[in-house]
């Protein structure tokens, strides 16, 4: 009997225990402060916008604060604020897109990101906690500047990273980004979609602490990209400037057209377990393509550059659909040059009689390092080391 109730009495003792440990778990989780845990970097950027984004460890509303790049203090006078929000409402949520439109081209402009928490939504009443912010006194304020600057510019491409930060980082070393435009992922950041701190300490920490947050990024969506319940979530992180993940846009005296490839198998294939319509995807996009290329953004172009993940190719389904549906209408339009990847190896595939232009299908170690002028178009190669590897001119 003694032990029995000795048995009850640690038992209820360990319940009790168990219960102030969840209990302190949730109090340190309440108390602690709203932050900006993840970015803000620049997506979707234009001549005349760009969408700015960034995540918080707690729900909140959020806004930017813009402010021209003129000398003045930040705080000279009250800035104009551009909310997230949609149909009319603050968005409430940890992942924050803020669209800003209507700025002037080539522009520069300086901005300051905000996080307010929102504790709690009754009927009417919202009960709002702490604010999270970028700094503008303590350090220079972030600044960005929009396309539409005439004349020469420069930009990097890398892809198949995998997750590999210190490839990342040994490839980006590279470069200068004070003389670069924008940088292109051009596919499979991640070997597979699972959580967003997956994305976050896989690659875009590291491309946030070296440029994301100044200098634009164009994500081309690779097939590892489509893979793995988080997949769904990506346009939420890596919005395209028509609120699709294929898009183009201008930058100088070039038009880029970016594609989704999807997969690279049939839809039927049992490692997609059903949940794939790439099929059709493409299909949207033909038609999409279809119409893009005869606009006067495209048409008046002097250099006309297709961005895809896969590359056309007999062989595979998916490099033969996009092969067969794209490669037609890119031929018709004049595209000089297409940048892929996927294969984790380098080779130049030359224009022929079928395909009228050269795909620069790049390794999953080198980096291209692209400049353009009134002259010509260049598409440098380099490996980890920064040996030249190969080079592409258009004239």
């Not at 961005?307 to 037609?328: F, M, Q, R, T, Y």
Request: glycine share 8%; hydrophobic share 40%; proline share 5%.
């Amino acid at each position: 009997m003694k032990r029995r109730r000795l048995q009850k009495r640690i038992c209820l003792t360990g319940m009790f225990l168990g219960l102030l440990l969840f209990a302190g778990a949730l109090w340190g989780n309440a108390q602690e402060a709203i932050k900006i845990s993840h970015g803000p970097y620049l997506q979707a950027m234009t001549e005349s916008g760009v969408v700015i984004v960034w995540t918080t460890n707690k729900p909140a509303t959020a806004w930017v604060e813009l402010a021209p790049d003129d000398g003045s203090h930040f705080y000279k006078e009250e800035r104009p604020k551009y909310f997230s929000a949609s149909n009319g409402l603050k968005n409430v949520g940890t992942v924050h897109q803020v669209q800003l439109r209507g700025l002037k081209p080539g522009t520069r402009y300086r901005y300051r990101v905000y996080s307010q928490e929102v504790l709690k939504h009754e009927w009417v009443h919202v009960q709002y906690g702490n604010v999270a912010a970028t700094a503008v006194y303590q350090k220079k304020p972030l600044t960005f500047q929009t396309n539409g600057v005439p004349g020469p510019f420069e930009f990097a491409v890398v892809n198949d990273i995998h997750e590999r930060n210190p490839v990342l980082k040994q490839l980006l070393g590279q470069v200068d980004f004070s003389t670069v435009g924008f940088v292109v992922f051009n596919g499979d950041m991640v070997s597979s979609s699972m959580s967003e701190e997956q994305v976050f300490k896989g690659f875009m920490d590291t491309a946030t602490l070296l440029f994301a947050s100044e200098v634009p990024m164009y994500y081309a969506r690779g097939n590892h990209e489509t893979r793995g319940p988080f997949a769904a979530e990506f346009p939420k992180y890596f919005p395209g400037p028509n609120g699709q993940l294929y898009y183009s846009f201008t930058k100088g005296d070039a038009c880029f057209i970016v594609l989704d490839g999807g997969e690279d198998k049939p839809d039927s294939d049992i490692e997609y377990s059903g949940i794939t319509d790439m099929d059709a995807y493409r299909n949207e996009q033909t038609e999409w393509l279809r119409n893009i290329v005869k606009t006067e953004a495209f048409r008046n172009a002097k250099y006309k550059i297709a961005i895809c993940h896969i590359p056309p190719a007999d062989g595979w389904h998916g490099s033969l659909e996009i092969k067969n549906k794209w490669v037609p209408i890119l031929n018709e339009a004049g595209i000089q040059v297409m940048l892929s990847a996927h294969e984790h190896r380098h080779r130049i595939e030359q224009a022929s009689a079928s395909m009228k232009f050269p795909v620069i299908v790049n390794s999953n170690n080198n980096i291209i390092k692209a400049k353009i002028t009134s002259g010509e178009a260049s598409f440098s190669v380099y490996d980890l080391a920064g040996k030249l590897v190969d080079k592409v001119t258009v004239k």
